[in-house]
């Protein structure tokens, strides 16, 4: 049963993925990213990871996509006269694209025998568990998660910043 769970929400997730990509509205495109958002929580719970469940649905889900969407609303979207589809970027996708490929392939065909060195081994400290996650950002990579909270903090009051519209000077003479 497992299995079949995996590859469904697997297939879901690329198909919204897809989806959001591909799609021509930007709302269209937000609505999908929170399908694609919604199966990989179910993924993350095939792997028994509940903080991480919870993470992805009320930070990303909840959060960022009602974040891109008021973005979205806020922007004005001009219709851009229509380009060449053919544009610079084509070679550097067809690399890259390529690249994923080759990595499928090599999954497929020997993946079996590259997971099996790590079947049996026991997770690393603070996985999985809401509890062995505060325990691991309190504890030992307290500092990182500091710096980390102060980096987020200027990235907000910086966007704030530069998302405010000049004042206009106002003369005295009344």
Same mark, same amino acid.
């Given at each position: 049963?497992?299995?079949?769970? &995996?590859?469904?929400?697997? %297939? ?19 609505? &999908? +990213? ?7 929580? %179910?993924?993350?719970? +095939? ?14 889900? %909840?959060?960022?996509?009602? +974040? ?51 079947? %049996? ?50 003369? +005295?003479?009344?």
């Amino acid at each position: 049963m497992e299995p079949i769970l &995996f590859w469904s929400l697997s %297939g879901l997730v690329v198909l919204f993925a897809f989806l959001v990509v591909t799609a021509r509205n930007p709302v269209h495109s937000a609505v &999908f +990213l929170v399908g694609t958002l919604f199966f990989m929580a %179910g993924l993350y719970i +095939l792997l028994d990871a509940e903080f991480l469940v919870g993470v992805q649905v009320i930070v990303y889900v %909840g959060g960022i996509t009602v +974040l891109y969407l008021f973005v979205i609303s806020l922007i004005v979207l001009r219709r851009i006269p229509l380009e060449s589809p053919v544009t610079r970027q084509w070679p550097a996708a067809i690399i890259a694209g390529a690249a994923v490929l080759v990595e499928v392939v090599f999954f497929l065909l020997e993946g079996g025998e590259f997971f099996e060195r790590f079947a %049996g081994q026991k997770l690393p400290y603070g996985t999985g568990r809401a509890e062995d996650i505060g325990l691991a950002l309190f504890g030992p990579y307290v500092l990182p998660f500091e710096i980390a909270t102060l980096l987020l903090l200027v990235a907000v009051v910086g966007a704030v910043l530069m998302s405010r519209k000049p004042e206009k000077e106002e003369s +005295l003479e009344s």
